[in-house]
């Protein structure tokens, strides 16, 4: 029966994925001209940052960072190497990993336990600037294990940083992250920003990137799937749902180097860190 009705089916399907297309288009369209808070501000970071990393590097500033493992921190500790912003930087992990050839001699991995973190608070002493890149995903770890990871981790990392003297803490969140969520993901995400918010960092800074865009080691098929979807629509609408890892980091250092803070707390989202980045040429 289906045969013989090709005329019809056909047209049909065809009318139908154009007109899924035109609204995906569309609602991508909203997105992409949703306004940014603080627009000059963000822009003003992105376009001092040579001038911001010449005064940073003679300050002679040290890091650590947690999750230089996982994509968006090892983008992080390539540009941390190319732009040599710090004078030393800790890599804090679970193991020992092949580290790339382009790292200098500042960076330095250092394995803890992090189910017993406290006994490493050493690391962390005097240490002003703290990235985490944690994280981790339920097919991957489950439901417990991204829960330890994802909050448990990143909380009591802070928690010791803090303590230990740590300034400015800046955190990869998500895009759509909410205390409230009935989701877990967003829930999680959302829960660990709030406790980060009440810990009085002098400078907490939470980047909300949206799909990450990046060829990942790690094999997720979800993610594979949606990431060839939005390919397409990623060049067309650059800033409304997806963020390529490189910008991520880019952000996150300019975010970092520059000396002028208005709030304690700055939140990111997804068009913020394009912005902030000065890859994506947005504010010119």
């Avoid at 017993?116 to 600037?129: G, T």
């Avoid at 417990?144 to 969140?173: L, N, P, Q, T």
């Avoid at 067309?236 to 300019?254: C, E, G, K, S």
Wanted: aromatic residues 10%.
């Amino acid at each position: 029966m289906l045969w013989f009705k090709c005329n019809e089916i056909i047209p049909g399907t065809a009318i139908g994925v154009g007109f899924l297309g035109v609204a995906l288009s569309f609602c991508l369209f909203l997105y992409e001209i949703v306004p940014v808070p603080d627009l000059h501000i963000i822009c003003r970071m992105s376009q001092a940052s040579e001038e911001n990393l010449e005064v940073f590097r003679g300050e002679k500033n040290e890091a650590f960072v947690l999750g230089y493992t996982g994509e968006v921190g090892r983008e992080l500790i390539r540009d941390m190497a190319l732009l040599k912003a710090f004078s030393k930087v800790y890599l804090i992990g679970r193991r020992y990993v092949k580290l790339p050839v382009h790292l200098g001699p500042e960076f330095e991995q250092v394995t803890v336990d992090f189910d017993d973190l406290e006994a490493y608070s050493d690391v962390f002493r005097n240490v002003k600037y703290g990235f985490c890149c944690l994280g981790t995903t339920r097919a991957k770890s489950g439901k417990r294990g991204f829960v330890k990871v994802d909050h448990d981790y990143v909380i009591k990392a802070a928690e010791i940083a803090k303590g230990a003297g740590c300034k400015h803490y800046s955190v990869m969140s998500s895009q759509g992250a909410d205390k409230n969520s009935s989701l877990l993901y967003p829930q999680t995400k959302g829960q660990v920003e709030e406790a980060l918010k009440v810990m009085h960092f002098q400078q907490l800074s939470i980047f909300r990137p949206g799909l990450l865009l990046c060829d990942r080691r790690e094999s997720r098929p979800s993610e594979t799937f949606f990431r060839t979807i939005l390919k397409p629509m990623s060049y067309f609408f650059p800033t409304a749902v997806t963020t390529p890892v490189d910008v991520l980091a880019r952000a996150i250092i300019n975010d970092a180097i520059h000396p002028i803070r208005h709030e304690p707390v700055l939140l990111y989202e997804n068009r913020a860190i394009h912005f902030l980045s000065g890859i994506s040429k947005q504010c010119s």
